[in-house]
């Protein structure tokens, strides 16, 4: 069936070392991803996206690279600061026009920034 | 622009009981989502409105509903609650066209005891 995974569930980075988080999805007909953090006691924060007609978007401090070959997702975060710790979530959506599209989530990947 | 605001924060109900949580959409947003968060199972989608209309519903029982009103504003119930309905509820709208983010709110943290 249709999942989104995560490869690592905890990741531990010092500060001022970049992070790289990844995620495996299986559905080769999504065409939309999106990368969300989750601090404790809150919801989901959009951090960046992309669509599959590109191969990577930048952000600030943040980097997306999406590899349809092998369904691979990846989030990199540069110069990692101890605000950046929470978990992430990669999303995909999957199914074409209004109302039939779904959002599916993976597990998330914990990241600890060591001092 | 306000975000997307979930109320209340949380609450603590009884086996038998049912509860209802709100949604405020971010303005002009017409896609309202629920979600139901828990530590083993993740992020598990409810339901989808847009425009007053269900449009997408996932795997849970009909205990489980949803409305949204002409405004956005959404609300869903859960029915007959059990123990393992406790977690976090979150909401999350966008404009409803599938190829943009979903803006979540901070969630409804429901404890059934």
């Known amino acids: 069936g249709e999942s989104v995974g995560l490869h690592l569930p905890t990741l531990s980075v010092q500060e001022g070392d970049n992070s790289i988080i990844n995620c495996a999805y299986s559905?080769?007909?999504?065409?939309?991803f999106i990368w969300y953090k989750q601090e404790s006691g809150k919801g989901p924060q959009f951090i960046i996206d992309?669509?599959?007609?590109?191969d990577k978007r930048q952000g600030q401090r943040v980097t997306v690279l999406l590899n349809k070959t092998v369904k691979h997702l990846s989030l990199q975060i540069a110069a990692t600061q101890p605000g950046d710790s929470a978990v992430y979530f990669c999303a995909e959506t999957t199914g074409k026009g209004a109302g039939t599209y779904k959002y599916i989530f993976g597990t998330g990947t914990r990241l600890k920034v060591l001092a | 622009k306000a975000g997307v605001t979930q109320t209340p924060r949380y609450l603590i109900k009884t086996r038998g009981q049912q509860v209802t949580l709100s949604c405020s959409p971010i303005?002009?947003?017409?896609?309202v989502s629920w979600y139901q968060q828990t530590p083993g199972q993740g992020l598990q989608f409810l339901f989808e409105y847009f425009s007053e209309t269900q449009r997408n519903k996932g795997n849970f029982p009909g205990r489980f509903s949803g409305r949204q009103f002409s405004n956005s504003r959404s609300e869903m119930n859960v029915s007959t609650l059990e123990l393992g309905d406790s977690a976090l509820y979150l909401c999350?709208?966008?404009?409803?066209?599938?190829?943009?983010?979903?803006?979540f709110g901070n969630g409804t943290r429901l404890t059934v005891t």
């Open positions: 303005s002009g947003h017409r896609s």
């Open positions: 999350a709208s966008s404009p409803g066209g599938g190829d943009s983010p979903l803006h």
């Open positions: 992309i669509r599959s007609n590109m």
């Open positions: 559905n080769s007909a999504s065409d939309y």
